[in-house]
């Protein structure tokens, strides 16, 4: 019987090609795209689950309030692992992180450095920790001496050969060589890992070594042993605070005690995280690497059901649609014995068959599309074709699909009457209420997503045309002129020199979001007094940083040459003064001191107040921030003239290329790091747009096959109609209403979900639009005109027939 079914579900689909097309069409576009969403999804919930035992590792985060700020930190103090390995029993390993940033990296008998994008000191334990096998060295003494460095495989492939690599010397910023004593496998893309390429030992850098609760600065990983459980932990480490943090304070602070900790407000909290967990569920401070949101992984998951729910239910309507030409073969069916049951299996093995038939169009459309989805995605997904389990996958998916598509339909067309539908009636369909139905919540989820895009693109728009308090537009950055050593500020002054640069300025730190730490900062009065002290990030610039930033001075002045106490004074945003209790005027004069851990500390006197501007993501408040005259600079901003950057760019690298031979020309535009930092609110928005395509052409083919349907069914009551007089447009206008009011109330059920939803989104952002009336009377506009192009054919096709043949047809 099942060859039987299937060859004549193959001979009616062949008799009935352009619904047939439809159907396949429709389910292959939803396949395709929630095809394409869960190699996505399925990409970002495999990150560092490849590395031996990951299911046991954790990080160590902190929360700490103090001097007014409260912030979450991916980093803790140096000490903090060798103390957990020393008090807890369920540890069995710790390692940790101290990241550089960016290394030039040149072997020590050449003149021409290599820029490595990460760099990192990490403890020798690490390799053990994550199951990290050496390509070339021996894992028990890699990194074990100062000044050894393990590196991998394509950054040991720029200097010399793999297998060359051991006892090589590589100099290290100009300034430090170390002996290469490994080589590890590239690190996967799905890992926290895969932007370091340079690992140096810990052994060498002497703060790891420092007994200091009160600085953060590593990450630390800890390792369970295969019985302990992660929340026996949680207690235990929350007492770090009065057990180590409290007695390292009273060095400098005598007599402070935990419970005047935080009677003050403040707070210091030890936490864990699994590994597996932080690249969806983390964004703290100091993040080893940029991370993704689990809320977009809920909402790529939300869209892919939709596409495929929609897909669906256009397969439902159309399906439907075309129930009236097959009632007769129905009813000649049942009145030659065929069964309901039997009527059902055929019509359900005719739907899987075009459920196969979608899968292969959609592989086809999946495979077009997956280079411009991954350059959207910012991935580099492929399709695994050698998975057995990916096709498994995808067979028994096409199978519930088709069932599920073809399930109404079947039962519906099982149910007719034979006496009836062979006499025509095609009253006795009925079905109306479910179709109709179908066609709300397909354009309802439509109308959401025409929302959701709308709020995106404008919360965007909103990131990019606010005024942030600064310029970034025209502001060139040129990396690592550190490098260039003393000819750093002949370097700055020929720039100068030129006709296009504004102005130029030499800082390690500019106002786009970027990995940053704290100071607290006490006063002079009360310097042990904590409800007084002041957290604060500190920045060195020199003093052509404001003017060329452009920031607005909103009490006392800039830095200037003629005072030479400026180099013992401070400059510091609107939030500072709103933590310190005073005005900015009242400000000025006030002096505070980073240092309370020293013996003679130095103090910094405030000589002016900016009004805040934003170096952070919008996402988070604008914290205190203060500004000192500082001798290193890893970067030189240039402020260019509107122009041709091209030749600008050109000219600047000529005097860089007299001044540092050999090193690196790095260099990047501001604005295009601040564009970086709402990546993924732009590949969302992009998202957003692409889907919402998809599902608005899904929705208007189910909408297409229902008026076709309501057309076919009405043919005999059009043809009286224009008998009786009634003219094309008043027969267009009759058969299209009856849509537009479904429409209408799929407006009604999305317009309060999509406002709902929106909303809760932008929650995320301390800084961001509300939603305006427009978006949702723009969603509206769009819904209905689409709605009436689609419906308009079928009834303009119907109202201009003639009535003679429309009479005729019962």
């Not at 069932?403 to 519906?412: E, M, Q, R, V």
Request: hydrophobic residues 45%; proline residues 3%; negative net charge.
């Amino acid at each position: 019987m099942l060859k039987n079914h299937i060859k004549i579900a193959w001979r009616s689909l062949r008799k009935q090609p352009f619904f047939t097309f439809l159907n396949t069409f429709g389910l292959a576009i939803g396949i395709a795209g929630a095809l394409l969403i869960s190699l996505y999804i399925y990409d970002e919930l495999s990150y560092d689950k490849m590395f031996a035992d990951a299911d046991r590792i954790h990080r160590v985060n902190a929360d700490i309030k103090l001097g007014g700020e409260d912030r979450k930190f991916a980093v803790t103090p140096a000490p903090i692992a060798e103390t957990i390995d020393n008090d807890f029993s369920e540890v069995e390993l710790t390692t940790r992180f101290r990241t550089r940033g960016s290394a030039l990296v040149r072997k020590v008998d050449t003149e021409v450095n290599i820029k490595e994008q990460q760099a990192t000191y990490v403890d020798s334990t690490f390799f053990e920790m994550f199951g990290i096998d050496l390509l070339v060295g021996d894992l028990k003494t890699a990194l074990k001496l100062p000044n050894t460095l393990v590196l991998t495989k394509t950054a040991a492939e720029k200097h010399f050969g793999i297998n060359e690599a051991l006892g090589q010397n590589l100099l290290l910023n100009n300034e430090e060589t170390y002996t290469v004593t490994g080589v590890i496998d590239d690190l996967p893309d799905n890992s926290f890992l895969r932007e370091h390429t340079v690992f140096m030992a810990m052994a060498g850098y002497e703060d790891s070594r420092i007994v200091n609760w009160g600085s953060n600065n590593y990450q630390t990983y800890i390792k369970l042993i295969p019985s302990a459980n992660i929340e026996d932990l949680q207690a235990p480490l929350r007492a770090f605070l009065g057990k180590y943090v409290i007695p390292g304070v009273q060095q400098f602070m005598p007599g402070i005690t935990e419970e005047q900790f935080k009677a003050a407000g403040n707070h210091l909290i030890y936490s864990t995280i699994p590994l597996t967990d932080i690249h969806l569920n983390s964004d703290r401070v100091a993040e080893i690497s940029a991370n993704n949101d689990i809320q977009s992984i809920y909402i790529l998951s939300f869209i892919a059901v939709f596409i495929i729910v929609l897909a669906c239910v256009n397969f439902m309507n159309l399906s439907t649609a075309h129930s009236l030409k097959r009632a007769k073969e129905v009813g000649i069916r049942k009145t030659l014995g065929s069964n309901k049951g039997e009527l059902i299996r055929q019509f359900l093995v005719e739907s899987v068959l075009v459920s196969f038939g979608s899968l292969l169009l959609a592989l086809i459309f999946a495979v077009i599309a997956l280079p411009f989805f991954n350059e959207l995605a910012d991935k580099d997904i492929s399709m695994p074709y050698t998975n057995p389990l990916f096709w498994l996958i995808l067979l028994a998916s096409a199978s519930v699909l088709g069932l599920l598509s073809g399930s109404y339909p079947a039962f519906f067309m099982s149910k007719f009457i034979p006496v009836k539908v062979l006499k025509g009636d095609s009253g006795s369909l009925g079905g109306s209420n479910v179709r109709n139905a179908l066609v709300i919540f397909q354009f309802a989820i439509s109308v959401f997503l025409v929302i959701s895009t709308l709020v995106v693109y404008q919360q965007l728009e909103y990131i990019q045309n606010k005024d942030l308090g600064f310029s970034k537009d025209q502001v060139l950055i040129v990396d690592d002129v550190y490098t260039i050593g003393g000819q750093v500020a002949s370097f700055k002054e020929e720039v100068k020199k030129l006709g296009f640069v504004i102005n130029a300025t030499l800082s390690s730190f500019f106002p786009t979001p970027s990995s940053r730490s704290d100071s607290v900062f006490a006063p002079l009065e009360g310097a042990t007094d904590q409800e007084n002290a002041v957290s604060m990030q500190r920045w060195g610039v020199d003093y052509d940083y404001i003017s060329t930033m452009d920031f607005k001075i909103i009490a006392g002045r800039d830095f200037d040459k003629k005072f030479k106490n400026d180099s013992t004074s401070i400059i510091v945003n609107e939030s500072a003064v709103a933590v310190m209790g005073v005005t900015p005027e009242k400000a000025l004069g006030l002096s505070y001191t980073p240092d309370m851990e020293s013996e003679n500390p130095k103090y910094y006197k405030i000589i002016g107040v900016v009004k805040d501007f934003h170096f952070s993501p919008f996402r988070d408040e604008i914290e205190s921030l203060s500004m000192h005259l500082g001798d290193f600079a890893y970067s030189l901003a240039i402020k260019l003239e509107k122009g041709s950057f091209t030749n600008a760019i050109k000219s600047i690298e000529g005097i860089w290329n007299k001044v540092a031979p050999g090193q690196p020309f790095d260099y990047y535009f501001m604005e295009d790091s601040f564009n970086n930092t709402y990546k993924s609110e732009q590949r969302l928005g992009h998202i957003f747009i692409i889907f919402t395509i998809l599902s608005i052409l899904i929705a208007c083919l189910g909408l297409f096959g229902l008026a076709a349907f309501n057309a076919q069914k009405r043919t005999k009551e059009i043809g009286i109609r224009k008998v009786m007089g009634a003219s094309v447009s008043q027969i267009t206008y009759r058969l299209s209403s009856d849509f537009l009011k479904l429409v209408l109330v799929a407006i009604l059920i999305s317009l309060p979900i999509g406002w709902f939803a929106m909303n809760k989104w932008l929650e995320d952002f301390s800084y961001r639009i509300e939603i305006g009336w427009w978006v949702f009377a723009l969603a509206t506009l769009l819904a209905v005109a689409i709605a009436i192009l689609t419906v308009s054919y079928q009834s303009i096709k119907a109202a201009i027939a003639n009535p003679v043949k429309s009479l005729r047809t019962e």
